[in-house]
Nanobody, 123 residues
Framework: QVQLVQSGGGLVQAGGFLRLSCVASGRTFSGAGMGWFRQAPGKERLFVASINWSGGMTRYTDSVKGRFTISKDNAKNTLYLQMNSLKPEDTAVYYC????????????????WGQGTRVTVSS
């Protein structure tokens, strides 16, 4: 129904920055909430940030507050995650996700998932 295609991952040194993108295609619906999750090697997939349809409400996990910014451009069907001041602890595969109305911290709040993009932060 909805396909999410991610880009923007890569290798960066600690203190550097990256911008992830997630483009939605197929059937989309007004009011959808979107989010970013990440999964470090050997770890559970965890919440990073989320945003409502209008972009007026955002949530962040504590470890990225002040460093990451989630945003979206509805005209381009694109979700972004600007990651600044990156730390080795940020190394993970990052996934974008789309839900319906909710912008929760649980994976179960989202129905559609991107393929993931790898972010590696070297020390």
């Amino acid at each position: 129904q909805v396909q999410l295609v991610q880009s923007g991952g890569g290798l960066v040194q600690a203190g550097g920055f990256l911008r992830l993108s997630c483009v939605a295609s197929g059937r989309t619906f007004s009011g959808a909430g979107m989010g970013w999750f990440r999964q470090a090697p050997g770890k559970e997939r965890l919440f990073v940030a989320s945003i409502n349809w209008s972009g007026g409400m955002t949530r962040y996990t504590d470890s990225v507050k002040g460093r990451f910014t989630i945003s979206k451009d509805n005209a381009k069907n694109t979700l972004y995650l600007q990651m600044n001041s990156l730390k080795p602890e940020d190394t993970a595969v990052y996934y974008c996700a789309a839900g319906r109305y909710l912008i929760g911290r649980s994976q179960s709040d989202y129905d559609f998932w991107g393929q993931g993009t790898r972010v590696t932060v070297s020390s």
